[in-house]
């Protein structure tokens, strides 16, 4: 319930513990609470191991994690028990740490399926053909890449930049976005930066959460809110400054904290 000067959060995550679905004794993660509004961009932080890309596959209801405590909430409505479609249909979209590699399967295919899926209408050949090139020339893509294979052989930064895409293509909600902890160079963040900040011009409402380990990151991409997590539980939350004060002192400071 929410009163009419508190706007329905687009995303909420409450106590939210969840297991390997072979080894649900195993926590990896062991209590998050996130609460994200209309048009805010929440970054997660921590380090190698301490359940990032476990966060970012459960919340997409990844069949490889049971919740075994807590919720997921989108735009008031419990999803927790929601498969990755169905969340995908509704306006959740993860952008993968490790996109896959779909050979023989060009992007622009993949894109129209997604898109269908996505709106529950058959897009014509040529309506989506518009919306992909007006996206790639505000991404600064180059039209050739609408016609390769999905993922195959494309750099990091290319990968990046087609989740991109997929993102601006699909209009979500919700956007969450795995960050590489490694390989990623200073091209491919701004790549990430410089499209949810177009995606976002667009889509005012736009919900972002981007989980990651670069402080960097956010010198492009400013966020509202800053978690850091470490051992599978947020640790601290905070503004701008708590980013600044992670890439001054590592997240050493709060792993006893845990
Ligand atoms: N499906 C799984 N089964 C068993 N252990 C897992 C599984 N997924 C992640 N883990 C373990 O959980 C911990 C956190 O992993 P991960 O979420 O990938 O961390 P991060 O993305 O922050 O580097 C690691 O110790 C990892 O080995
Ligand atoms: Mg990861």
Known sequence: MSDATS???VFEVVGLRAAPAEDPDREILRGVDLRVLPGEVHAVMGPN????????????????YVVTDGSVRFR???????GPDERGRAGIFLAFQYPQEVPGVPVRQFL???LSERKGIELSVLEIRIAIMEWMERLGMDPAFADRFLNDGFSGGEKKRNEILQMAILEPEV??????DSGLD???LRVVADGVN????DRADLGVVVITHYQRLLEYLAPDVVHVLVDGRIVADGGPDLAR??????FDAWRNAS
């Open 198 to 201: 177009a995606v976002r011009a």
């Open 245 to 250: 004060r992670l890439e001054r002192e590592g």
């Open 7 to 9: 706007p329905v959060p």
């Open 76 to 82: 008031g409505e419990d999803v927790t028990s929601w």
């Open 186 to 188: 200073i091209d491919a």
């Open 175 to 180: 956007a969450i976005l795995d960050e590489t």
């Open 49 to 64: 191991g301490s359940g990032k890309s476990t966060l970012a596959n459960t919340l997409m209801g990844s069949p490889e």
């Open 112 to 114: 129209r399926q997604a």
